[in-house]
């Protein structure tokens, strides 16, 4: 059980729009925490960041991709799906209870 | 280009101990705080231990807590985690992450990976 709850999968057909929750607490994303994303295409394959500081892309990230913040939650927009898309997505943020960054449990995207 | 190369992972009795070093190119290595995240099979990312850039400061998860010591030796670029103690659940890939600042922010994100390790105890 992470301490950030996200849907275990989610699917949408190519070129439409998903997102992807990230739900917290108050002692970590309502406390006011960041929440940064990661792309990982292969399980056990380097993690790519997405988003960082709630939603911010780096540089190379398309801006298909989104994120946002409020209250003890967090989400993971993408539009324009594209097949490159699927792997499994992360939200981590800081849970000060557990003096630790944590992870939720990933999401899996399938492109339909 | 930015690049991390974890190393030294393998099949481990239960009770062992293991060293996995990273190495570091691409960036000035001794101005960037460092972590190490597992995966254990089939699981999510779990924060391990952090270190900053100096070393002067160090962070462990409670799971790995009084096992497992980070260090890192600037002059090689090279990142280490002693493992002693191993158990079967500390079974994983082992990622090396390079933070964005030179201190290591709670609340902060890590901006680029290794490709992992892997790292089973087993009898």
């Known amino acids: 059980q992470s301490v950030l709850t996200q849907p275990p999968s989610v699917s949408g057909a190519s070129g439409q729009r998903v997102t992807i929750s990230c739900t917290g607490s108050s002692s970590n994303i309502g406390v006011g925490y960041d929440v940064h994303w990661y792309q990982q295409q292969l399980p056990g394959t380097a993690p790519k960041l997405l988003i960082y500081g709630n939603n911010n892309r780096p540089s190379g990230v398309p801006d298909r991709f989104s994120g946002s913040k409020s209250g003890t939650s967090a989400s993971l927009v993408i539009t324009g799906l594209q097949a490159e898309d699927e792997g499994d997505y992360y939200c981590?943020?800081?849970?000060?209870?557990?003096?630790?960054?944590?992870f939720g449990g990933g999401t899996k995207l399938t492109v339909l | 280009e930015v690049q991390l190369v974890e190393s030294g992972g393998g099949l481990i009795q239960p009770g062992g101990s293991l060293r996995l070093p990273c190495a570091a190119a691409g960036f000035a290595f001794s101005s960037y705080a460092m972590s190490w995240v597992r995966q254990a099979p089939g699981k999510g990312l779990e924060w391990v231990s952090a270190i900053s850039a100096s070393g002067g400061s160090i962070y462990y998860a409670d799971s790995v807590k009084g096992r497992f010591t980070i260090s890192r030796d600037n002059s090689k670029s090279t990142m280490y985690l002693q493992m002693n103690s191993l158990r079967a659940e500390d079974t994983a890939v082992y990622f090396c992450a390079k933070g964005p600042a030179a201190y290591y922010d709670t609340g902060g994100h890590f901006d680029y990976w290794g490709q992992g390790t892997l790292v089973t105890v087993s009898s």
């Open positions: 981590q943020s800081y849970d000060s209870s557990l003096s630790s960054r944590v």
